[in-house]
Structures are given as structure tokens and as C-alpha cells.
């Protein structure tokens, strides 16, 4: 049964196991080194081994994927496309956009706005397999104008495959796994290096990312899934159906409720426990509730955002957007009672690929604008040049880099 303490004991709830990848770094360095040296072969042995290739080559066939669509249940393709319009859309709003502006006479200041080259999905096919990380990773990308999406996927599931044919994603690979990763870092023969990898994945991927973060770019080492609630009121069986939603995702995942009410959190515990009686992921949704889960007693709603910024969780639901002033630190906000997180998983538009294990700190979550550089633009004329020259030679000089200094007095020359 979920545990119901009060706020004096909040830092021992919320305190995070430290996520500890030296285990799984030692296992994955040798598969990193294996597909950087031996490429394509070292790359299907591991496929044959761990993820039940059964093909010469782990590039899936353009008649495979179209196979897979054509076989896409049809009320699965309508919400397919349902969410696919509102992440689109949604995607377009977060681009950075050129620009440019004469700051003074003669200085003129920019950007331009170009994507990657190469980006690669990562989407888990075990347990459950994911086809809505597909859409999450994928049409963003697009959206960008990528001009290359790859999508690596361990298993062959008809709802990964069927949805890549849709969104016209060309290049799609049966592999997993720290093999998968090392691949489009370092490239192989059949699979391009990528200029970035984004996606959750298991331990093993997320230590391969880690050790590979500076051969190539990531989005984030994922920890543990994660939501913090606050609510001083509302309905107990939406709340416990919502944190249900967020256990059932793993072992380690946690789900937590900030409330004022004593009696709210005796009726949550209770839907909780009612709840369970009946979900098919009761085994694993019991475990996450019971070791990493639970419903705190706080003062007020100000102590429950304070609470709340210093956590920093993946997800957060809040009341109403009276308290999104006060909120700093969150990958995802749900606001009010008809923003299930479910509906950010699938079909609202936001991305759901969010940092974890207090990562909100630094950034949000998987965004369109991660597909793309902003390059910088400058343009000056000579009236330009030569009111900021003294400032530029001054400091040239200062560093002790004359070169510097002369570059910009040979100009003004007269």
C-alpha cells in the first residue's frame, strides 16, 4: 500500500537512488569498441544474439515496412494521425526562427537556422514497444527538415514498423541496445553516423549513450520515469488512475502526491488499492508504488511547488495555472483536471522523451529546436567596424593577441 507521511519526511522520500551505470558501462565498452572496429559484422552478431535478427542485414526492407502499414489495425492508424497532427504542430511552435537586426549603424546581427544532417530514433520494443516514441522523435525531426531520420527498434512490431512507413522514415534498423547506439555514432557500412541520438532506452543504452556523448550528440541519459502531483482537492480516482499510469511503467518508477488533504490522501490510497484489483500491469504498477511511491502531507500549496522545484520531476500536475508562476523546474506541466499526463504520452503535441533524475534543472524536454543549429550572423560596414574598433583592440591586446588587434587597425588604415 502506498505510504502517507508527512512533509518533515519529504527528503527521504524524494530522495532519488542514485542511478549507478558502472555496471553497465563495463558490459556495453567492449560492444562500443566491437561495432566502432569491426563495423556491419560485429553489429549482426550482436543483433543475432540480442534481438532475434534473423536477416542478413539489419536494415529492414522497404516491402517489410510497407507490409506493416497495410496490416496497421485501422483504428490504431486514426490515432496515429490524430496525434501526429497535434505533435506537428506543436513542433513547428518550438523552432527557432532567422532573424536578423541593425543593432547601430553599420552592424548588423543574425541568425540563421539550419538542421543536422543525420538523426537517429532510438525506440524500445520489449516489454512494450513504443510506436508513440516513434512519432515523439521522429516528426519533430521532420519538422526541423531533417533531411535523414533513421529509427533503430530491437524487435519487428508491427505498430513501430507500420508507423515508420507512414511518417515516410526510409531508413529503419532491427537492432538495440548499446550495439544500436554504437552504430550511429561511429557508423558502419549499412548505418549512417548520426549527429545525434535521441530516445529512451534500457540501462544498457543509456550507459552507451553516456560513454558515447562526446563521439556524438544525445538528448540525456534517462533515469527512472517519474511524476510529482499537487493537489488540495479533486477527484481520488483520476489521481490514483494517474499515478497507476506512471507505475506501471517499471519497477523503478515513482509516483507522488503533494496534497493539504488528509482526507484526499486516505481516498487516493483507497482508489489506488481498488484500482489495482484490475490492471493487467498490476505486478509491476504494485512494486513502483509500494518501494518508490507515495502521498506526502504538505502545509499549503506553496510548500508543495517549493517542494516541487527542488525535486525537479519529469512530470508534474498541477491544480489550475495559478501556481505556473512559481513553478522553475519541471519537464513536462500538466495543468488542471483534464490533463492527464497519458494525453502528453500519446496525442496532445508535447514531446514525451523528458529528463529525468532532477535533469528538469537544466532543460525541458525533447524539443524541435534540438534538430537544428542556430548559427550566428554578422555583418559590419566600415563606419560599423570602426566605432567598435578601439574596443576590440583594446582587449586584443589585453589577451596579449596582437595579430587580433592588427586585423581590425589594417582596415581603418587610411
Same mark, same amino acid.
Given at each position: /500500500?502506498? *505510504? ?34 569491426? !563495423? ?67 552592424? $548588423? ?24 516514441? %516513434?512519432? /515523439? ?6 519538422? @526541423?527538415?531533417?533531411?535523414? #531520420? ?6 519487428? #512490431? ?16 532491427? /537492432?538495440? !541496445? ?9 557508423? &558502419?557500412? &549499412? ?17 552507451? $549513450? ?5 563521439? #556524438? !550528440? ?24 494517474? /499515478? ?14 503533494? &496534497? ?6 486516505? @481516498? ?8 489495482? &484489483? ?8 504494485? $512494486? ?34 495559478? %501556481? ?37 534543472? %537544466? *532543460? ?9 543549429? #542556430?548559427?550566428?550572423?554578422?555583418? %559590419? ?8 574598433? $578601439? ?5 586584443? *591586446?589585453?589577451? !596579449?593577441?596582437?595579430?587580433? @588587434? ?7 588604415? *587610411?
Amino acid at each position: /500500500m502506498i *505510504r502517507i507521511v508527512e512533509a518533515n519526511q519529504v527528503t527521504r522520500i524524494l530522495a532519488r537512488k542514485a542511478v549507478s551505470l558502472a555496471n553497465a558501462e563495463a558490459v556495453v565498452r567492449p560492444i562500443l569498441e566491437a561495432v566502432k572496429n569491426r !563495423g556491419d559484422k560485429a553489429l549482426i552478431e550482436y543483433a543475432k544474439q540480442f534481438d532475434q535478427l534473423d536477416r542478413k542485414t539489419v536494415a529492414v526492407p522497404a516491402k517489410e515496412l510497407a507490409a506493416a502499414e497495410a496490416a496497421l489495425d485501422p483504428a490504431f492508424k486514426a490515432a496515429v494521425q490524430v496525434a501526429e497532427k497535434n505533435i506537428r504542430a506543436y513542433a513547428q511552435l518550438q523552432l527557432p526562427v532567422a532573424k536578423s537586426k541593425q543593432i547601430s549603424p553599420g552592424v $548588423k546581427l543574425g541568425q540563421i537556422v539550419r538542421p543536422l544532417d543525420t538523426v537517429a530514433a532510438y525506440i524500445p520494443s520489449g516489454r512494450y514497444p513504443l510506436p508513440s516514441t %516513434l512519432l /515523439m522523435t521522429v516528426i519533430p525531426a521532420q519538422e @526541423a527538415g531533417v533531411p535523414n #531520420v533513421c529509427v533503430a527498434s530491437p524487435r519487428a #512490431v508491427t505498430e513501430i514498423y507500420g508507423t515508420a512507413s507512414y511518417l515516410k522514415v526510409n531508413h529503419v534498423f532491427q /537492432m538495440g !541496445g548499446a550495439q544500436a547506439i554504437a552504430a550511429f555514432a561511429y557508423g &558502419t557500412k &549499412t548505418v549512417p553516423r548520426a549527429d545525434r541520438i535521441v530516445g529512451p532506452g534500457n540501462i544498457y543504452v543509456a550507459a552507451a $549513450k553516456k560513454l558515447l556523448a562526446g563521439d #556524438v !550528440g544525445i538528448d540525456f541519459v534517462a533515469g527512472p520515469t517519474e511524476i510529482l502531483m499537487i493537489a488540495d482537492d479533486g477527484n481520488p480516482a483520476w489521481i490514483a488512475a494517474d /499515478m497507476l499510469a506512471q507505475a506501471e511503467h517499471d519497477l523503478d518508477a515513482s509516483a507522488v502526491l503533494l &496534497t493539504t488533504s488528509k482526507q484526499l490522501a486516505e @481516498a487516493v490510497s483507497a482508489e489506488i488499492e481498488l484500482q489495482l &484489483t484490475t490492471l493487467t500491469t498490476k505486478a509491476i504498477a504494485r $512494486k513502483a508504488i509500494d518501494k518508490n511511491s507515495a502521498i506526502i502531507l504538505v502545509d499549503s500549496l506553496a510548500q508543495a511547488v517549493e517542494i516541487s522545484n527542488r525535486f525537479a520531476p519529469e512530470h508534474l500536475s498541477i491544480p489550475d495555472a495559478s %501556481l505556473l508562476p512559481a513553478i522553475r523546474h519541471a519537464g513536462s506541466v500538466f495543468i488542471g483536471p483534464f490533463s492527464p499526463e497519458a494525453a502528453g504520452d500519446y496525442a496532445s503535441g508535447p514531446n514525451h522523451v523528458l529528463p529525468t533524475s532532477g535533469a528538469a534543472r %537544466l *532543460r525541458g524536454g525533447l524539443s524541435a529546436a534540438d534538430y537544428v543549429k #542556430v548559427i550566428s550572423t554578422q555583418e %559590419l560596414n566600415a563606419a560599423g567596424l570602426s566605432k567598435i574598433a $578601439k574596443s576590440v583592440t583594446t582587449i586584443a *591586446r589585453a589577451e !596579449g593577441l596582437e595579430a587580433h @588587434a592588427r586585423s581590425v587597425e589594417v582596415r581603418n588604415a *587610411r
